[in-house]
Each structure stands twice: as C-alpha cells, then as structure tokens.
C-alpha cells in the first residue's frame, strides 16, 4: 500500500483532540492544511469524536436528512455543508474520526491509492477485532458485506494537500445513524463494531490500533503531539479548539 516514495522515517503526527464540536475541528484542519502547504507542520492525524452534527459534502441532497430542521434541533443535532465530497453523513459520540493532513507530493500524488489506502486502514483495523470486511466496488468506504457500511471516507485535497478523512462506528447512536439515508445510498445500512462484537468496545484500544495501521499503510513514524506542540501559525487565529484530550462514526 506504501507509495513509490515512502519511507518508514516520514514523522507523522498524531494528533487526539477528545470530544470537540464540528466548526472548531474544521478551523483547526483549515489552519494545518495552510501550515502544511507552507512547511511549517509535518503531516498529521488529527484524530476526534464530535457531537452530533450531520454533514453535507459538496454535492450533498438535503432530501437525504430524513427528519425536519426542528426535529434535529430538539435533538441537539447540527447540520454543517462542507467542502468535502461525499453524501450526507452523522457524527456523533462513540464513532472514530480521523483527518489526515498529508501532503501527497511526499507520498504519491494518486486520489485513487490515496482512498484506497485509507480503507485499507479501516479494514487492518477491524481485522485487529476480529471484524473482517470488504470493499465493494463503485462504493467507497468499507463493508460487512454488501448491505452493511461500517466505515465511512469523505476527503478533500488541495494543492495535493488532504484533508477531511474517514468516520469508523465503534458504538454510535443507532438512533442518531437513521436520521439520514447514508452518503444518499438508499437500501443500505449503517453498522458498528459494538453491535457486530455484541459488546462493549474500548474506544481507546480503537484509536490505538487505527493510528498504528495508518502509519503502517502510509509507511510513517507516528509520535503523539498535543495542541500546544503545533507551531504558533496555527495556535494562533480563530481556532476553538480547547484541549488536548483522548478522541468517533460516520453513518455514511
């Protein structure tokens, strides 16, 4: 999965912001996306679970937000439009996501190995459950089996430079996950590791184990950093971001 270029001594930064809201999380990668174009950060995990919020990317359809606008806000549930591709998607506590801030040029400037190595990611990191999935063709993301959509991708690059990334459910509000048809894929389900396992999962044990097979498939050295180790270009400015604590899924 490694590109032509890896090397296993590429620093990767990893990056667990805990529980944040959507907008400050968003800011942040817009900020490390600049910093990283101008060299002043290495790549990046970013690595969170927010609360619930319901993303549209760029060619998303609000006819695939099942509920009305008041329904979600008596539920505490935010809806954002955003530059990435993709669908509508939930985020919501219990779901792992993660936002690569890579720049390509030091890897392989390819979108399609790109995503393919992120689900290669999520499916390691079932695997490391006892979890095992598949890729099923014409539709990103990572599957049970042809009905059942565990792990979501929705990314943006610029100038080569990503961000954006993936949405695992560890143990999600199911609830929450039927509040849209997921990435407008009508007749597919939305699943879990809690509900495949039928128990509990350690979140952290999660956000472990996908960090470590990130840096394997991208060919990296991952060193944990907090808020206060990025440089003062992106500490500075209209960032939100309040601490630096231990991190969610993507019913898309």
Not at 24 to 51: K, M, N, Y
Not at 140 to 148: A, F, M, N, S, Y
């Amino acid at each position: 999965m490694r590109g032509p270029d890896s090397d296993i001594s590429k620093p990767l930064n990893i990056l667990d912001v805990g529980l944040e809201p959507y907008d400050s999380v968003l800011d942040l990668q817009h900020q490390l996306v600049r910093a990283r174009r101008d060299g002043l950060v290495e790549d990046t995990l970013i690595l969170v679970e927010h609360p619930p919020v319901i993303t549209l990317g760029r060619r998303g359809d609000e006819n695939n937000i099942l509920v009305s606008s008041q329904y979600l806000s008596d539920l505490g549930v935010e809806v954002r439009r955003v530059e990435r591709g993709g669908d509508v998607t939930y985020h919501g506590p219990g779901q792992l996501v993660g936002y690569p801030i890579l720049d390509l040029r030091q890897h392989r400037q390819d979108v399609g190995w790109y995503m393919h190595s992120l689900e290669e990611v999520l499916v390691r990191t079932l695997s490391d459950f006892g979890i095992p999935t598949k890729r099923l063709p014409g539709n990103i993301g990572v599957w049970l089996d042809k009905h059942r959509k565990i792990a979501a991708l929705g990314v943006r690059i610029e100038d080569w430079i990503t961000y954006h990334g993936f949405a695992l459910n560890v143990a999600p509000d199911p609830a929450h996950c039927k509040l849209v048809v997921p990435c407008g894929l009508v007749g597919k389900e939305v699943t879990s590791m809690a509900a495949v396992l039928g128990s509990v999962v350690s979140m952290a044990k999660v956000r472990e184990r996908a960090s470590g097979n990130f840096a394997t498939v991208f060919g990296m050295k991952m060193r944990k950093i907090a808020l206060a180790d990025l440089p003062p270009v992106v500490n500075r400015g209209e960032r939100t971001v309040a601490s630096a604590q231990p991190d969610g899924t993507s019913c898309s």
